[in-house]
């Protein structure tokens, strides 16, 4: 079945220690995202790539990068983790932007200590 | 700055009755519209999208829009305590019209 995978399910790390979430897709979508989502809040997209075009929400801060070495896969690195960085990471995939309708991995829980 | 209000609930319905959520939004320009239902601790799984004026059906869901009064709504017919869910309206107006999310409206339907 086509899908979108996101590994590991679960990343526990240490205040300011990286870490490195991964998203992989077989939907051959060209668009991926990444959202954070804390609890009883609305996702909020931090940016996404239309094929290798990077696009970065303007309030992400600059701790978070990503990667999107080829179609299939994408990367979020957080440089130097803040107990305020505790939340759910979904990656998403849509055909094309602008609307389109967007398909959700199972998203990461990453805990700070 | 763009947004997409929702009641957050929780929203307590009786099994077999008809649960109704709603949803507005801002962008006067938004043309695609969306509802997704998340499970505590799970991602957000699609469960309709609706681009025209009017009334949706797909099995016991009922997506309505109404662009004039910048609205969207879910009806879900003969709920089941399975519906029990946190359900989140997206919007496209977002940069590069990306969708835009509201904080969900957490629905509990009681046996």
């Known amino acids: 079945d086509a899908m979108v995978i996101q590994n590991p399910r679960y990343q526990v790390t240490q205040f300011g220690k990286p870490v490195t979430l991964s998203c992989s897709q077989t939907?051959?979508?060209?668009?991926m995202y990444w959202y954070q989502q804390k609890s009883s809040q609305a996702p909020k997209l931090l940016f996404h790539y239309y094929d290798k075009d990077f696009n970065n929400e303007a309030d992400t801060p600059d701790n978070f990068q990503s990667r999107r070495p080829n179609t299939s896969f994408c990367f979020l690195d957080i440089r130097s983790p803040g107990l305020g960085d505790a939340a759910m990471y979904l990656c998403?995939?849509?055909?094309?932007?602008?609307?389109?309708?967007?398909?959700f991995g199972p998203g990461t829980r990453l805990l700070v200590l | 700055q763009k947004e997409v209000e929702q009641n957050s609930g929780p929203l307590s319905v009786p099994e077999g009755a008809i649960a109704s959520l709603n949803c507005t939004y801002s962008?006067?320009?938004?043309?695609?519209f969306f509802w997704y239902r998340q499970y505590s601790g799970k991602s957000p799984e699609l469960i309709m999208f609706?681009?025209?004026?009017g009334d949706k059906e797909d099995g016991r869901f009922t997506a309505q829009l109404n662009k004039a009064s910048q609205y969207v709504s879910l009806l879900i017919r003969d709920s089941q305590p399975s519906d029990s869910a946190t359900y989140l309206c997206?919007?496209?107006?977002?940069?590069?019209?990306?969708?835009?999310f509201g904080k969900g409206t957490k629905l509990s339907v009681k046996p």
């Open positions: 962008d006067r320009g938004s043309q695609s």
């Open positions: 998403a995939t849509s055909r094309t932007s602008g609307g389109e309708t967007q398909y």
């Open positions: 997206a919007v496209n107006g977002g940069s590069q019209g990306n969708l835009i």
């Open positions: 939907l051959n979508h060209n668009v």
């Open positions: 609706i681009y025209s004026n």
